[in-house]
Structure formats: C-alpha cells, structure tokens
C-alpha cells in the first residue's frame, strides 16, 4: 500500500505540463561580400614576336582599361621589353605604356624617369623615336621645369643624330617643352656654371638641314614656342623668309605661318626690301611674302597664303590696294633721285665734237625686279586666288578679302574688293557661291552696290540652292541701291523669282520690307510704274490673293512710313488694301500709317506726324503704363481679397494688349502676364471655400487641372524666355513648386475620398486601394525630390539669404531632411501654408525675348487635300522661322498628330538649321507623313514643339511623353487636310 502511494505521489508529483510554444522564425541575415574588381591580365611570357604584337593590338583595343590594372600590366610590358628584340615589337611597348600612363588616376612620373632612362640606352631608331613621342606626351601633363629642362637638354644632344626621325623629334621635344634660353653644365658641388644656350640660334640651324623633314619641324618648333607664350627673336624672319622658297611645300607651308607669326609681332620694324634698297615694315614686307605664294605650285601652299592674308590687319594701303591688281601700282616702284641719276652716267650739256653722238642721252635697261618694293609676282595676290583652280583656294582668297575690306580704314578698298566678291557669285562650286554671298553681306553697309555689279547679284537669285536664294535676299535687304533704275531692276527680278521659287515667298516679302524703308525717296519716284496708275485711266484692281501685288504693297507701304508725301498717289483700292494687309501681315506691314488721298480733307492731313516722334512718344508712355501697372502689383497686399483679384485680372488684361501698340516692350510684358497668371489660378485655388475641410462637393476634380495649367506656364516662363536673371528663375521655380503641392495635397484628398466611400461598403466586397497609395506614396517622393532640386538650384546661386518667401522658407528649415514622411502629416502641413499664400512682386526686366516661331510651309489651305496612299510614306517640306532659341538643333522638334491622336516626333538634323545671327535661325527639312492603313479623310496636325529632357515631371501631365520628356507648343498649329487614295 505504501509502495502504491510512493509510486502514486511520484507520478502526481513528477507529472510535466508542457506548453505548445510555436517556433521562432529565424533571422537570416545575408551579407553581400564585396565585389573584388577583376584584374586585367597581359600574359606575354613565353610568346613569339608576332604573336606579342598580335596581342598587344587587341588589347589596346580595350583601352581604357580599370586604375587597379594598369600598374600590373605596365610591370609586364617593361618585362617584355627587356627581352623583346624586334624593334616593332619594342616601339609597340612603349607606345601602350604611354597610352596606360593617360589613364585617369595614374600617377606617370615614375613611369616618365624610367622611359627618360631608355632614351640613353636604346639604340633603335624606331624605339628611340617612339620613345621620345611618348616621354613629351606624358612631360607636357606635368609642371616640372627640372624634367622639363633636361628633356631640352638631352633633345639638344641629340639634335646630331644621323638620323632624320630622331632630329625631327628633339626639334619638337624642344618646341614643345623648352624656352628661349636654356642654361647647362653643373660643377663638382652641383651648382649650375652659368653657360646659357639661345635656343633659337640653335633651331635657326636647321632651317638648312639636308633632309626636308627636319626642316619642317625647325620651323614648326618656332611657332609651338610661340603659342606656348615664348616671344621669338626677330633674327629668325630673314630665314624663315628663305625657307619660303623652299623645294618642298609642306616647308614652305610651314614658313608662311612663322612670316605671319613674325609679322604680327613686330609689325613696325624695319627690314630691307627684297629688290630695292630701301627699308620697309616688316609686316608690309610679310604681307608681299606671302602675297607671292598665292602663286605656289602647291594648292595647300596657295589655301594657306590666301587665308593668312585676312589677318594682317596693320598692312599699309598701296600693299593692300596693290592686291586687287596685276600690274605693279606706281608707289611701289623706286624713283631714284636726281643726284642718283646723274651718279650713273653724267652727260654735259654740250657736245664737244670729238666723239659721234657722246651728247645722245644714256639710255640703261632697267630690270623691274630690281627697281620695285615688291615682288611683281606678288601683284594681284587676291586676283590669282579667286581665279585659282582649287575651291579650298578660293574660299580662302574670298574670307580674307571680305576680312580686309571690314578692318580697312579706307572705304575705297571695300568697293573695290566687291566688285571682285560680286564675280564669284557665278562661282562653280555652290559653296563658294555661298560664301561669296555672306561675305559681301558683312561689307554691304560699307559699299553702294553698282549697277554692273547689281546684275550678278541678280543673277545669283535664279539658283538652285535655296540657301543661296535666301542670301542673295537678305543681301539685297542690307544693300543701298544707286539710282531708281536699279531699284525697278531689283523689284522686277524678286517678282519673276517669286514666280519661279514660289516657296520663296516670305523671304521675298521681307525683302521689299526692307528695300521699301532704305529706299522711300526712290520707291516714291516708281510709284505709279510700280501700282500701275495711269494719269487718265482707272487701272483694274489686282487680286489680294496675288503674291505678287502683296510684294509690291510691302514695298511701297513701308517706303510711305520714310515719304509720307507719296501716299497722295495711292488709288482707293490700295488704301482698303492696306487696312487688310496691316491685320493679316504685322510684321511686314507698318502700322499707323494714315492715307492722304485725293479726296481726303485738310484736317487729315494736318494729323498727320512723324514716325519717328510717334514711335519715341508710344516707347516713353509704354514704359510709364508698365510701371504703372507694377506698382498696383507691388502694392496688393494693402487691398482686400476679392479687390486683389480684380487687380490681377485688370492687370493681366493690360499687359496681353500692350503688345498691339508697343512691340518693344511684347516680350516683356506676356512674361509678366504669364506670371501675374499663374498666381492668379493658384490664389484662386487656394481661396477656396472647400479649402480648409476635408472634403466637400468634387472641387478637387476641377482644381487639378488648374494645378497642371500653373505647372505648364511656369515651364513655358522658364524655357521659352531668355534673358531672365538667376533670381527670377528662382521666383518661377518657387511659383512652380506651390502648384505641384497644390496638386499633391488634392491628389492626396482624393485617396482619402475613396477610403472613405469604401469604408461604407461591405469589406468583403470591391476593390482594395493598395495602387491608389502606391501612387500617394510616390507622388510624395516626387515632391521631395522638386525641394531638394529647388533648394540646390538657389544654393548654387546663392539666393537661400534673399529668400523672402514664407512658404518656401518654411519648406526648406522643416521638410527638407525629412524625406519618407507621412503623407497624412505632409497634408496637415501644406494645408495652412496654401491657405495663406501671397502673391509675389514682379520686376521690370526689359531684356526679356520670347521665342517666337513662324512656320512658312506647309501652308493652310482648306480647299487642297492631300492625297498619299496608306501604309506607304510622303515627303512633306517643312519651313520655318525661328527667334530667341539658343541650340534649335538639340531642343526643337517637328510633330505631327495624325486623326487618331497618334502624335510622331522628328528630330532637327544639323544641316536642317541654318544660323542667320545669334537667336535667329531658319528651319527647311522634310518630314515623312507615314502611319497606318486608314480609309477616311481627316486632318493631320504640323507644329514646332520646345523638348525638355532630364527634368522631373509630374504625373497625371498630358504634356509628358513616354520618355519623360515634357512638351511645350510653339507658335500656330498647321492643320492640313489628308485623304488616301
């Protein structure tokens, strides 16, 4: 019983009650090992020679190779080049090693001593040639004067060398590194004797050499001292000068360039004259040196003199003069002095009988060559170069001829070099003709066209080019015709081209814009010829839709604006004429010109007042309106809310309609509308009843796209206007960021709408919300990341201590390390800063320019369709002028938008644009029309359009591509009809 009982209580006693714990799960922690970068090997041990020169091909092809690696694989090569006994092999090596030296990170200088120690042990003429290109190379990346001088040094010593390759190089070596003089020779205790070496006396040397390669590079070592800031001595012109007769021509190409570098620097020393005995300037003397190797036999001798001859600028007119003719002008001929004369053979006044004729006057044959300043042969350098054979040459000739004529203060020079310009316009080559063209437009201000030579200059507009066309055009914008015959001649050759080149047609117009404001008192002598007006008859009125009479009217409405007399001619028609073309044409038109007819009264004409004083008065009262309107703008905070928006509106109003009768001050006032509206809509937005609840009514649905409205004008302020400062950036940028808030906090009060209206349904049934968060959550990095890039923006310019906006400061001292945060929170805080936003002040900037596009062709015409067959492409020309873009190139593209809203972008190609000055620039490509198979009519959209890349966009935009790139339109949408067959 007691057995029982122990066994009982130790049963009862000895019972474990286990709980069911349920396992932790265990934390695997994964360490990423650190990626070692791999080693770029070179196994050359053991190898042939040709195959090592095999392998040291590919891999240079992988060059640059990782920092890591390049210490190993230089260690290789010098292991191979101890070894290495083919000379190709070896200058390989040292070629790579130089390369390997380049890498970014690389210190090279104990690479630079141990090829620098190689120059005295090897023997090998390639190696060694080699070796020295390399050694400079790596030198000229260092600012050691001790490498340097002993580099000069040993090139010095080695300048003896036999062989040509080597001299060559230690030229260059001394062009490149060394200086004027040099000191060499070191004593026991290591300090310098003092004997100093005129490197150039030792480079002058061998501008005689045997071998003309090292000639060459005598005479190029000169001239890289030079650009290295070492002035030459003037002991170096009399053989430069002889080299220029040289036997080969890249010697005498070379001695040309050290002539003109010599004559620019000492232009006003003396020197004898080469077939006389008299002292002339040395840049005279260059000039006529190089003047005579326009006729070298080489034509790279001849480009190269014909292009240096643009640059003395400081050569004398009877030099200058003498270029432009053949034969030897009279003032640089030699007249010997009576007392000369008489030296040579004196002959008594009497005869003495003894002799036959001994009284007959001494007659000598006297040689031209040594009797003139200069060269006959130089005569009429500019002559020989435009008739010159080569197009290099006579490019050449034409650039510096228009460059002399520019600079030359003797305004007879330029009349008589265009007489010459005008000649290559029949040019063969069509870039020839080209140049000619801009060439004689960079002088036209200086020279009056001639009659015989306004006949080539009209020639020139039936060619085939239509850049050429456009030149020619622009010429004759520039030009100042002589008499009204020329100007008839003129206006009746641009009709016929207008008829030939019908795509000509705004080039043409603006033509006659400018013929009609430089010639009024001529156009005014032509005015009846021109509107065919007959003193009896009544002429039939003209068509308005004729390009033609539109010319004509261009023509004569702006020259009424010089002569206002002439309007007294016009007959009924051309002054209902004028009121159509002034709305329709603006910028050809001019406005404010008032008609005096016969039938006009007396009060009319008394009304009438000059131009000019309108056009000062109109500029003084639209400056006087615009800071009127800025101080209401600047003064707003004093007026209650409702009255502030009135002032906004009114001010808006105003600014968008000063440009109609002041265009000075256009683009500066639609940069201030556009900004006095953004601020506009987001005052409006945030004054909001509903603003400060949580949600009541869909206000949020119509605020948003008033966001992206504020968002879009605040890219087209900062990318469509140039000249605007750093700190009115800085304003916009702001202004930019409030709106995306604004979106932010409207996007967010949405989601909230949507859980809500969720949390009322049944929870098993509809959709879960997780992507609608997914978005909150990146719409709020998103806004983050644009205060982080406007707080750089305004760091970089130093703008954070002027910042006087509240909203942003706030931004900036509480958000902005604070990315991740709660959206909720962010809600909680943007919402009170909205709700007390300010409007900004504006400041008058009148350097402001808009970006302005006209597109010339395709041309909108409702009544022409278009007919191409689908699924195939048709070329459509696409012209267009563009204003105030800075890289048209790279920022602009040509869309088209097809009927199903499929939208193709096309990439401006460089030959597309052509530059007419520094913000003026004219577009002429083609675009393919291509889509797919569709069998209805529709219209096809053509527009310029401003891309901006690289920027963080915002979403729910419609202007934002795939790519994330945002579009802003420029100018008109062309809207063409479009059929298949």
Known sequence: MAVHLKKRAYEEFSHVIQEHVEPKEKTIKLSKKPLTPDLVRLNLVGKPSDRVLFLLARFAKK???????????????????????????????????????????????????????????????????????????????????????????????????????????????????????????????????????????????????????????????????????????????????????????????????????????????????????????????????????????????????????????????????????????????????????????????????????????????????????????ACGAFVHGLEDEMMEVRSAAVDSLTELAAQSSNASFA?????????????????????????????????????????????????????????????????????????????????????????????IWKTTKK???????????????????????????????????????????????????????????????????????????????????????????????????????????????????????????????????????????????????????????????????????????VDQKTWTNKIQGCSENLLQPVALRIIELTYELEYLYIGLSCYEISLIRQLRFKAQVLLFVLDAQEYNKNNNNKGKKDVDSGDDYVGDEETLHKSCDELFVHMRNLHDYMKEHNLLQTCDDSFTKTCFNQLLNKMGMKPSLLIKFFQPLLSNYVVSDVQLNNTVQKARVVIHQPIVNNDVVMTFTSGLATPINFRASVENIIDPIHHLSIQIKYGDSTIQRFPLRTNDVRKISSFKHEIATTVQLSHVKWTGACDVHISLVRVITNDHVTNNDVNITQDNERILQLGKIITIAVQTK
């Open 415 to 507: 009349q008589r070099a265009v007489d010459f310009l005008v000649d290559c316009l029949n040019d063969e080559i069509e870039a020839v003709r080209l140049n000619a063209v801009t060439s004689i437009h960079k002088i036209v201000d200086q020279v009056v066209i001639l009659e015989d030579q306004l006949d080539n200059v009209h020639s020139a507009m039936e060619d085939a080019c239509p850049e050429i066309r456009h030149g020619i055009h622009e010429l004759l914008s520039s030009c100042r015709l002589q008499s009204k015959a020329c100007l008839y001649d003129t206006v009746d050759r641009l009709l016929k081209n207008l008829n030939k080149y019908p795509n000509d047609r705004q080039s």
């Open 63 to 377: 060059l640059p190779i990782p920092l890591h690696s390049v210490h190993e694989c230089i260690k290789t090569l010098f292991k191979r080049f101890s070894t290495e006994k083919e000379s190709d092999v070896r200058a390989r090596i040292i070629w790579l090693i130089g390369q390997l030296c380049f890498t970014v990170g690389y210190n090279s200088n104990p690479i630079l001593h141990d090829l620098i120690l190689l120059l005295n042990k090897d023997s090998s003429g390639k190696v060694l040639v080699q070796c020295w290109e390399t050694v400079v190379q790596l030198a000229e990346k260092i600012d050691d004067s001790e490498i340097h001088q002993q580099l000069t040094l040993m090139a010095k010593k080695n300048l003896s060398d036999s062989r040509h390759q080597i001299r060559s190089k230690c030229l260059m070596t001394i062009g490149t590194l060394g200086a004027n003089k040099i000191t060499e020779g070191v004593d026991g205790k290591g300090n310098k004797r003092g004997i100093t070496t005129n490197l150039h006396s030792i480079i002058a040397l061998y501008f005689t050499d045997s071998d003309s390669r090292v000639r060459c590079n005598a005479l190029s070592a000169l001239i890289s001292m030079h650009h290295r800031g070492q002035k030459l001595e003037l002991t170096a012109y009399d053989q430069a000068c002889k080299a220029m007769r040289d036997d080969y021509e890249h010697v005498r190409f070379t001695a040309s360039q050290l002539v003109w570098v010599l004559g620019h620097l000492y232009p006003e020393n003396k020197v004898r004259a080469a077939f006389a005995d008299e002292d002339i300037r040395l840049v005279d003397d260059a000039f006529a040196k190089i003047c005579n190797l326009v006729n070298d036999s080489s034509w790279k001798v001849r480009a190269e003199a014909a292009k240096l001859l643009g640059s003395l600028h400081r050569v004398s007119d009877s030099f200058v003069f003498q270029t432009l003719d053949k034969k030897l002008m009279s003032d640089l001929k030699r007249k010997k002095s009576l007392n000369e004369q008489a030296k040579e053979g004196f002959v008594e006044e009497f005869s003495s009988g003894k002799t036959w004729s001994d009284d007959a006057p001494v007659t000598r044959d006297l040689n031209i060559e040594t009797t003139t300043v200069m060269n006959s042969g």
């Open 515 to 685: 013929l009609g404001e430089h010639h009024g008192e001529l156009t005014y002598l032509l005015t009846s010829q021109l509107l065919s007006i007959h003193a009896f008859f009544h002429s039939s009125e003209p068509q308005m839709d004729d390009p033609n009479y539109i010319a004509v009217l261009i023509l004569v409405f702006n020259a009424a604006m010089v002569c206002p007399q002439m309007t007294q001619l016009f007959p009924e028609h051309v002054t209902r004429h004028y009121q159509y073309l002034s709305d329709s044409l603006p910028h050809l038109v001019p406005q404010g010109l008032k008609m005096m007819t016969f039938t006009s009264n007396l009060c009319t004409t008394n009304t009438m007042t000059s131009s000019n004083h309108e056009s000062c008065d109109t500029s003084n009262k639209s400056r006087q309106f615009l800071s009127r309107i800025l101080e209401r703008i600047n003064n707003l905070q004093n007026q209650d809310t409702s009255q502030q928006k009135l002032i906004l509106t009114s001010a808006i109003n105003d600014l968008k309609n000063i440009s109609k009768f002041a265009p000075k001050y256009s683009s500066t006032a639609d940069c201030m509308a556009d900004f006095l509206q953004a601020q506009l809509l987001l005052y409006k937005s």
